[in-house]
């Protein structure tokens, strides 16, 4: 029932930024701070890596120790929608960026299985490349 659509992907030199969104579709009875969201990524040929993830009622915001000090997650829950902040971008960023939500997901969420999230977005592309 619940849709996400991920947006903001693109082309960016090495050294650039981009701002990823996570937009929920507005459902009776739901509320964006009851979930957790987490960011995943994807690069051709590799396994799937978390990237950073904000637990439900304001408990936390994670990150992967690739991306530590130039992505950033944010939430406007008043807009249903999760930020995704990428900040001084490497080669090594490319792939397709996915966000997840989990409905009751709280405390230290980063480490939760992708198969754990209930619902999934399209994605979206990221290509870091000069």
């Known amino acids: 029932q619940l849709q996400l659509v991920e947006s903001g992907g693109g082309l960016v030199q090495p050294g650039g930024s981009l701002r990823l969104s996570c937009a929920a579709s507005r459902v009776s009875g739901f509320t964006l701070d009851y979930y957790g969201i987490g960011w995943f990524r994807q690069a051709p040929g590799k396994e799937r890596e978390e990237v950073s993830c904000s637990s439900s009622r304001g408990g936390s915001a994670m990150y992967g120790d690739p991306v530590k000090g130039r992505f950033t997650i944010s939430r406007d829950n008043a807009k249903n929608t999760v930020y995704l902040q990428m900040n001084s971008l490497k080669p090594e960023d490319t792939g397709v960026y996915y966000c997840?939500?989990?409905?009751?997901?709280?405390?230290?969420?980063?480490?939760?299985?992708?198969?754990?999230?209930?619902?999934w977005g399209q994605g979206t592309q990221v290509t870091v490349s000069s």
């Open positions: 997840a939500a989990l409905r009751g997901l709280v405390g230290l969420c980063y480490g939760v299985k992708a198969e754990a999230y209930d619902y």
